[in-house]
């Protein structure tokens, strides 16, 4: 029987997360081509085979593939909609391989579209568009809510937003990081930490765009910025590149993972993966977070 996800939050141990499922996913076909997270109405089998993937690999967190299931990006596709039933069918299947052994969160990704100033989307328009989302995903059973890859700290509060018109759950919120330390919309690592402190999140950190390691600098500076935070982690694994017409990621689980101690260290409590990571690579974490004496045995000979 799992703890409520905030009574885990707080153990010793970190929580290992998924890995990449849109990678494990990835084709050239019509359907991931349009819209990625039709899979989940369309080929429900092969998503939920990821999903056990990750269980069976060890990770506590499951996402719903629902990253880019939001009425504004599925509008683009034509899809808009079908926003619920994909959302309800990513998280179903998502709670089908979890069980009893894991917490599934909803994700909510950016919209793909500038908040004003910058661009022609309102705050209105996106916490309404997320409000529909999250509603969806709050009906469907998520344990908690995860908001990933974000690079506005405006869009996050819309998202937010649009998260609390539909549910009180705990929520998680990752923005991405360039070498630089920044988002693409300039935000510092720093500047991240503080803003969403403000946000009563029950956890913060980073995703994508970088390597465990370059993503080691980036959490140092959030942790000096609020050492109290959760923070989460779940880096690329590495930068990839193009082998018979696939995408192949250049940092094996054993690398991958040697950086899960040194989060840890700096207040990480949810360690997972994103682009390029495979189940090797999120079972490589779990070892390594339990001091796996066989596994360490394993990776010598």
Not at 146 to 158: F, N, Y
Request: hydrophobic share 45%; proline share 5%; with cysteine.
């Amino acid at each position: 029987m799992l703890l409520p996800f905030m009574t885990r939050l707080r153990d010793e141990r970190p929580l290992v997360c998924h890995g990449a499922t849109g990678t494990m996913l990835l084709s050239d076909d019509d359907d991931f081509s349009r819209a990625p997270e039709m899979l989940n109405l369309n080929r429900p089998q092969q998503v939920l085979e990821v999903q056990r993937a990750w269980l069976a690999a060890g990770a506590e967190v499951l996402s719903s593939f629902s990253f880019g299931a939001n009425p504004i990006t599925l509008q683009r596709a034509g899809l808009v909609d079908r926003t619920g039933d994909i959302n309800v069918a990513a998280v179903r299947l998502a709670r089908e391989a979890a069980g009893d052994a894991a917490y599934v969160a909803g994700a909510l990704g950016p919209t793909g579209e500038l908040l004003e100033p910058y661009g022609e989307l309102s705050t209105e328009e996106a916490t309404e568009a997320y409000a529909l989302q999250a509603r969806a995903l709050a009906k469907a059973g998520v344990d908690l809510f995860w908001i990933k890859t974000m690079s506005d700290l405006a869009e996050v509060r819309a998202c937010l937003a649009g998260i609390r018109l539909a549910s009180n759950l705990p929520v998680l919120c990752t923005m991405s990081f360039e070498r630089s330390g920044r988002t693409m919309m300039g935000v510092s690592s720093a500047q991240a930490a503080r803003a969403l402190a403000e946000l009563g999140l029950a956890g913060y950190g980073a995703n994508c765009s970088v390597g465990p390691a370059e993503m080691v600098g980036v959490l140092r500076e959030m942790h000096e910025a609020c050492p109290h935070a959760a923070l989460v982690a779940q880096p690329n694994a590495g930068l990839p590149s193009l082998e018979g017409g696939a995408a192949v990621y250049d940092i094996g689980p054993e690398t991958f993972a040697a950086c899960a101690r040194r989060y840890a260290d700096l207040g990480v409590r949810l360690i997972g993966g994103c682009c390029g990571s495979t189940p090797a690579h999120i079972a490589a974490i779990a070892a390594t977070l339990r001091g796996d004496s066989d596994h360490q045995a394993t990776k010598q000979t």
